[in-house]
T-cell receptor, first 114, second 111 residues
Framework: EAQVTQNPRYLITVTGKKLTVTCSQN?????MSWYRQDPGLGLRQIYY???????DKGDVPEGYKVSRKEKRNFPLILESPSPNQTSLYFC?????????????FGNGTRLTVT | GQQVMQIPQYQHVQEGEDFTTYCNSS?????IQWYKQRPGGHPVFLIQ???SGEVKKQKRLTFQFGEAKKNSSLHITATQTTDVGTYFC???????????WGAGTKLIIKP
């Protein structure tokens, strides 16, 4: 089944403890992206990747890192999480980076930083 | 920066009533996409509009793209409980492939 898989679904951690949220897609998509969703703010892009080894900052990249060493995986790394990073995170992918490619989203990761 | 304003933020309707959400951009868009997010779920792609003045229908859903390609709307006729969720528009510019997201409109069906 074609899908975007994120893990974990829920994560509670403490301030400063490094964590990684994994994202994998099995559709051979070139483009991948991370979003955070907060009430009243919609979806805000954190980082995106047009292809392997190509990553770029989105609208809210501070406090996050990403890597794209393989086409299928696009992990999100929080080196030193802080409470303001408590949010719902979505990974998404699309066939290409060209306009008009619909995004396929993972099921989300709800992160709480205390 | 570029923005897409989406209104209203919430809309409460009785089942069977119509629902409309609007998106307005400060600049001309190349295309606009619409997504639906069910409660507790993830956004799911509904449709893309590309042409000026384009109108597309999916059963009870009607999507429009304005003549100036700066605004778009989603209209649902005779809402059903399965329509509950948040509807997002997302546009892109000719100069940039990145999507600019509206904040979403949450459709709530009154009991």
């Amino acid at each position: 089944e074609a899908q975007v898989t994120q893990n974990p679904r829920y994560l509670i951690t403490v301030t400063g403890k490094k964590l990684t949220v994994t994202c994998s897609q099995n559709m051979n998509h070139e483009y991948m992206s991370w979003y955070r969703q907060d009430p009243g703010l919609g979806l805000r892009q954190i980082y995106y990747s047009m292809n392997v080894e190509v990553t770029d900052k989105g609208d809210v990249p501070e406090g996050y890192k990403v890597s794209r060493k393989e086409k299928r995986n696009f992990p999100l790394i929080l080196e030193s999480p802080s409470p303001n990073q408590t949010s719902l995170y979505f990974c998404a992918s699309s066939l290409s980076a060209t306009q008009g490619s619909p995004l396929h989203f993972g099921n989300g990761t709800r992160l709480t930083v205390t | 920066g570029q923005q897409v304003m989406q209104i209203p933020q919430y809309q409460h309707v009785q089942e069977g009533e119509d629902f409309t959400t609007y998106c307005n951009s400060s600049t001309t868009l190349s295309n606009i996409q619409w997504y639906k997010q069910r409660p507790g779920g993830h956004p799911v792609f509904l449709i893309q509009l590309v042409k000026s003045g384009e109108v597309k229908k999916q059963k009870r859903l009607t999507f429009q793209f304005g003549e100036a390609k700066k605004n778009s709307s989603l209209h649902i006729t005779a809402t059903q409980t399965t329509d509950v969720g948040t509807y997002f528009c997302a546009g892109s510019l000719d100069s940039n492939y990145q999507l600019i997201w509206g904040a979403g409109t949450k459709l709530i069906i009154k009991p």
